[in-house]
């Protein structure tokens, strides 16, 4: 059974070598049209002609600043090892009473064993304790199995960014009352 804790500083370095990257063969391609008193949003899932493997936007320093800035950063380890198989990045803001669940990770090789399931249950716990009413996600629009990871766990698109990553990607936003 795995284990979640809070983070230690050594944890941090542990984190980033996780192999946070997927493969997909869908991606949600956003259409903008604007006129000079209106714009127009269209989204779509569309097919890729070929599966794509994809890497996930490092977060580098941004988790170590977090950690640092007493973000809720928890680890799920194996118990026998200690060895870190995933974690959570949660940064709260708490004037607009929601909290920003900046990173999700399941090394690739422990993927779909209810670990992604306990980390985000914890997020949202972590985010009620401290009286954050939602918990919102931004996910690069090709990463499908992460949005329909959220989709069934009650999250809704609630916005976008097509300038939100330095690779490009568009970010989708999900969110989801965190009661």
Not at 45 to 68: F, K, N, T
Not at 74 to 87: H, L, N, S, W
Not at 95 to 122: E, K, P, T, Y
Request: glycine share 6%; charged share 20%; with cysteine.
């Amino acid at each position: 059974m795995t284990r979640l804790r809070l983070a230690a500083p050594t944890d941090v370095d542990l984190c980033l070598k996780l192999d946070a990257s997927f493969e997909t063969n869908r991606v949600w391609q956003l259409h903008v049209r604007e006129g000079k008193d209106q714009a127009a949003v269209q989204m779509q899932v569309a097919s890729l002609p070929r599966q794509v493997r994809a890497d996930y936007p490092a977060p580098g320093d941004a988790l170590r600043m977090h950690w640092q800035r007493g973000y809720c950063l928890i680890v799920a380890e194996e118990p026998a090892t200690g060895q870190i198989i995933g974690y959570v990045d949660v940064g709260p803001e708490p004037d607009l009473q929601m909290a920003w669940l900046w990173h999700l990770v399941v090394d690739r090789s422990r993927r779909c064993q209810g670990i992604g399931s306990a980390l985000l249950n914890a997020a949202l716990a972590w985010s009620t304790h401290n009286d954050l009413a939602r918990l919102v996600a931004p996910v690069q629009a090709l990463n499908d199995a992460g949005i329909h990871f959220l989709q069934r766990r009650g999250f809704a698109l609630c916005g976008y960014n097509d300038r939100f990553y330095r690779n490009g990607n568009v970010a989708l936003f999900f969110a989801r009352t965190t009661e």
